[in-house]
């Protein structure tokens, strides 16, 4: 039996299929949201939307940007001949924010697991390797 109206277990339950969300941080998550005033939660769900619609992968290296190429293929200050490949869009934050490395890099959104039934077809090996082919060097 749910303490909560059914609007707001429907809240709590959408905000439990984010990760690394449990039902303690749902609920608090769903007041406050409830507690926000209207023009801010106007806001948060328009910045989701915004997101949702403008986002797109990078068609060089997949990338998450609002941009095709995204910022960084797109740079003359980047040295395209070094590849750093990651395994998700947040690597990239992680190495931008030392401000070491000058090269681009290659999203492969994911790393093969035979026991969870990832292959190299389910990310984007094919295409990083289609990438360096093209490559003139």
Same mark, same amino acid.
């Given at each position: 039996?749910? =303490? =909560?109206?059914?609007?707001?277990?429907?809240?709590?339950?959408? #905000?439990?299929?984010?990760?690394?969300?449990?039902?303690? !941080?749902?609920?608090?998550?769903? #007041?406050?949201?409830?507690?926000?005033?209207?023009? $801010? !939660?106007?806001? #948060?769900?328009n910045?989701?939307i915004? *997101?949702?619609?403008n986002?797109? =992968?990078?068609?060089i290296? =997949?990338?998450i940007? $609002? !941009?095709?190429?995204? %910022?960084?293929? *797109?740079?003359?200050?980047?040295?395209?001949?070094i590849?750093? +490949?990651?395994e998700? +869009?947040? $690597?990239? @934050? *992680?190495?931008?924010? !030392?401000?070491?490395?000058? /090269? +681009?890099?290659h +999203?492969?959104?994911?790393?093969?697991? %035979? @026991?969870? /039934?990832? /292959?190299?077809? $389910?990310?984007?090996?094919?295409e990083?390797?289609?990438?360096?082919?093209?490559?003139?060097?």
């Open positions: 039996m749910s =303490y =909560y109206s059914p609007s707001i277990e429907k809240l709590i339950e959408s #905000f439990e299929k984010l990760p690394s969300i449990g039902h303690k !941080t749902a609920v608090r998550l769903a #007041f406050h949201m409830l507690d926000l005033k209207e023009e $801010d !939660t106007k806001e #948060f769900i910045s989701i915004n *997101a949702k619609k986002l797109k =992968y990078c068609s290296c =997949y990338n940007s $609002d !941009t095709d190429p995204c %910022p960084i293929c *797109a740079s003359p200050k980047r040295d395209s001949s590849i750093c +490949v990651v998700d +869009v947040r $690597d990239i @934050m *992680a190495m931008e924010r !030392t401000h070491e490395f000058k /090269g +681009v890099y +999203v492969l959104h994911g790393t093969i697991s %035979p @026991m969870n /039934g990832i /292959g190299p077809e $389910d990310i984007k090996i094919k990083l390797l289609n990438r360096i082919s093209n490559r003139k060097y």
